[in-house]
């Protein structure tokens, strides 16, 4: 009475994987036709905004500058064609500061004080350099200047002035819709400029991270491990790559392996959130409840459950379908990684990132920045599934990226991740790529 | 009785910058100099430390694993090299999950049920994967496995087992003192897995950002500019950068360009962070305040006052000796930018980011990644001055970084920071690099 439907008690496993095995890139198309389109929500303009993407053309308001401002410290002055030299001694009329205000009209046969952004007094149209000026007398308390030399006569109109708009036209479109605010901050900075206090971005979802498992333990837990015990490694390392690409990230904790305990935990998480992350039970084993729990008890849809890739196989990509709390209804997207740490990282960088990238409605190619790498060492090839090798990525004198490995790269050796801010993409092949091959990499941090 | 002292009255400032101009590279030296070193913190582990430097080597308390572990699901086996086959019908005696507990010892002709991850049996040596089995008869009730047949007979001893301390070994070090934990995960993760709670790191350094200026308003104040005002756009900018760059970040406001403001302002910050960051008043205008503030008011040390640079030449940096609020001598560091935008930003990540680095232990070389980039159209140097100019790097098919340049790249122009990634190192030289040449540059973004 044994059958292979996993419906069916414990011990009615399958024998072999009842998942085709998807290729990488299917994998990704799956995920990315079953990711939820980007919805819009206003933000305030502030630092809070940066990684977001707009779902609007940002127009500038106003000009910049707004007005013809100076561009050095110096003195406003007159230059007209046929009109007397600029060279020679001048009374100092006003002194026009950076600063709002009335600014009383230049006279010709005098020149005023400015500062570098401040607003052209009328009449003037050039400015001269302090550097070209020497200060010839003052008023008798030393505090104002009265006259001033102008050393040079090469003084053109126009010269040393922001002309109005030359920076920034009004309604010039300064930001596009789906382009990023970076932290290298450019785009917050253009927002500031013109005067834009909001703007309509894409919402981000917000993902859940959950380990799974009788064996995991909190990882700062003291006391020694009883046998078995395993600490949990997957938790803070998903929730920091998560947090570093940018997403708001829960923590759901652990979850046992008892259908009961992983039910809850989900569906928990499921109300609130728009992406579950888990590790772990997504092999072969009678445990290994994810799956049947997704499909069974939760009414999901897997979509995928095994990925021809090295490492993360057993791989899972679930969607499922519920009401929110307001009624309407919403699909939730479960991705369970493998349990072994190497897997569950590489995976989420593979297959949630993109995911993530195209909701938040990020402009593609989705995932992460692919390049070319130079090889400092030998790496062999897994003959079978294309592999993702673990490396250390720094600029080279010839402008090629230089891979060094990692290491040993066994799927639950988290050293394979100590200092890795690439992946190699090693073709399936019997084949040791040599020293000083160039290959493709993904680049997961920085340089 | 007017003096180039700027000790003196308003009006008695220099015509020329007593400041000389430094090279970039001096100037960076310098701030090196006078950057606090590190300090050390405990920490616990958790995902707030990613970004900190390591102060300490960190060992393994426990071997990884710590038991000997099956690597696949399947049934753990007695192999021995006369013995008998494993290929045949086996009762199956006892199922060890990956959870603590006794696991009854594996009697020879029996096979047991486990477990990815679990502890193999006592008496059992091998592992065979599900996959090479059938269950032949369970028990009445569906729920145990009685009889699997074993399929292959070239099971052998020591198969499918990670050996204690094969992926970390009891004693190892996993990371060393000046490495960074990084987002990407796999340094937090080898601090999880080893059951490491708390770590001695480096303290990072609290920066303030304060704009200057009478002209400068909030970039979101509602209602139109009166003649003369700018929206501060560098507060908010700058703030972005540094917390991109992992640091916290305080907001110090605007000051006005009137000595007690700046005065007040900058002694408030002094009291309570250890970099401050201004921008504005460096130049050569009578209301550029800072340099005197800061020297006279605050009896601090101006150590540069000028770089040879485009843009960013009236970059200053300054140190300020003081008592905490515990008594404690300490020196803050003041960083003032120039108050064109893009002065400002480049600035920044050329002269704060690696003393930032420094002082958070963080190991050398400091500063942006430097890269090639390949030019994707003409771009002319300045003759005078070194230059750097924003660009747009993405990953070419040959390999190489290529750099768009984005625009016109005047000082107070915004749009030359939009989508900017990377800035181009150009030499002072009466040149027009050709479209194709390789070029040093920055990396100030993600790719
Ligand atoms: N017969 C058969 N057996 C098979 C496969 C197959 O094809 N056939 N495939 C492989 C592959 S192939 Mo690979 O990615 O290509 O290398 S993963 C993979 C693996 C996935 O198993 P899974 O069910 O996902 O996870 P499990 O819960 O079993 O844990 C897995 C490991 O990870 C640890 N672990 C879990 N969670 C955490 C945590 N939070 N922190 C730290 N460690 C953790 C946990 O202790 C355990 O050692 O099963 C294998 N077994
Ligand atoms: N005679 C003489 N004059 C000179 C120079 C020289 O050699 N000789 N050098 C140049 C150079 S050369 Mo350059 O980097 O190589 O391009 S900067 C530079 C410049 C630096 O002047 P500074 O004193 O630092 O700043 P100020 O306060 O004057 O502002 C500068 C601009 O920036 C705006 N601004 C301020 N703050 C903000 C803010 N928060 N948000 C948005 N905009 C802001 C502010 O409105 C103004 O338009 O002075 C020039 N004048």
Redesign the interface.
């Known amino acids: ?2 059958s292979n439907d996993p419906r ?6 399958y ?2 994987s009842p998942y085709p095995m998807l290729p990488v890139e299917d994998a990704v198309d799956v995920i990315l036709a079953n990711s939820p389109a980007p919805e819009t929500i206003n933000m ?4 809070l905004l ?1 990684g977001y993407v707009l779902a609007e053309d940002v127009k500038a308001n ?1 000009p ?4 013809r401002a100076s ?4 003195y406003a002055v007159i230059v007209s064609e046929n009109g007397p030299s600029t060279k020679g001694m001048f009374p100092v009329a006003s002194i026009s ?5 009335e ?1 009383p009209t230049l006279q010709r046969g005098q020149i005023a ?1 400015i ?5 052209l007094p009328p009449g003037a149209n050039s400015v001269v ?3 070209d ?3 010839r007398s ?1 008023t008798d308390d ?4 009265k006259v001033v030399e102008i050393l040079t006569d090469q003084v053109r109109a126009d010269e040393n002035i ?1 002309e109005i708009g030359s ?2 036209k009004a309604g010039e479109v ?2 596009r819709k789906g ?1 990023e605010i ?14 834009k ?1 909001e703007v309509i971005v894409y919402r981000k979802p917000v993902i859940g991270v959950l380990s799974t ?3 995991i333990v909190m ?2 837990r ?1 006391g ?11 938790r ?6 998560i ?2 690409w940018g997403f708001h990230v829960v923590d759901c904790g652990i979850a046992k ?1 008892k259908p009961g305990s992983l039910e809850k935990h989900l569906r928990n998480a499921l109300r609130n959130l728009d992406v579950i992350v888990t590790s772990g039970g997504v ?6 409840l994810l799956k049947p729990t997704l499909e069974r008890s939760l009414g999901g849809t897997i979509h995928f459950g095994r990925v021809n890739m090295k490492p993360g196989k057993p791989t899972t990509f679930a969607t499922v379908p519920l009401k929110t709390n307001d009624g309407n209804p919403a699909t939730r997207l479960v991705f369970s990684l493998p ?1 072994n ?1 190497a897997s569950a ?1 590489v995976t989420s960088h593979l297959f949630i990132l993109p995911s993530l990238q195209y909701s938040s409605g990020k402009q593609g190619p989705h995932g992460l ?4 790498a ?1 090889l400092e060492e030998d790496v062999r090839c897994d003959p079978k599934r294309p592999e993702y090798h ?1 490396v250390s990525l720094t ?1 080279g004198p ?4 230089h891979a060094t490995s ?1 290491g ?1 790269q ?1 799927s ?10 690439g992946l190699l993409c090693l073709p399936a092949k019997e084949w040791t790529a040599p020293k000083g091959e ?1 290959v493709d990499a993904l ?5």
């Open positions: 009475p044994i069916a008690g414990p011990t009615n496993r024998r072999e305030l303009v502030n630092g940066v106003d910049v500058p707004a007005y561009i050095v410290d110096g500061h950076a600063a709002p205000g600014i004080r500062t570098t952004g401040a607003p350099m302090v550097e000026t020497v200060l003052t030393s505090q104002e200047e922001r920076d920034i300064v930001l382009e970076t932290a290298v901050g450019g785009e917050l900075g253009l927002l500031a400029s013109v005067g206090a498992g009788d064996e990882h700062d003291t020694p491990l009883q046998l078995g015990e395993v600490r949990d490694c997957n803070p390392t998903l929730m920091a790559a947090k570093g392996d092999s072969m084993g009678e445990l290994d349990g740490p990282l920045p692919r390049v070319k130079q673990r600029p010839n402008g090629l990226l990692t040993g066994r639950s050796k988290v050293t394979s991740l100590r200092r890795a801010n160039v680049l997961i941090g920085g340089l």
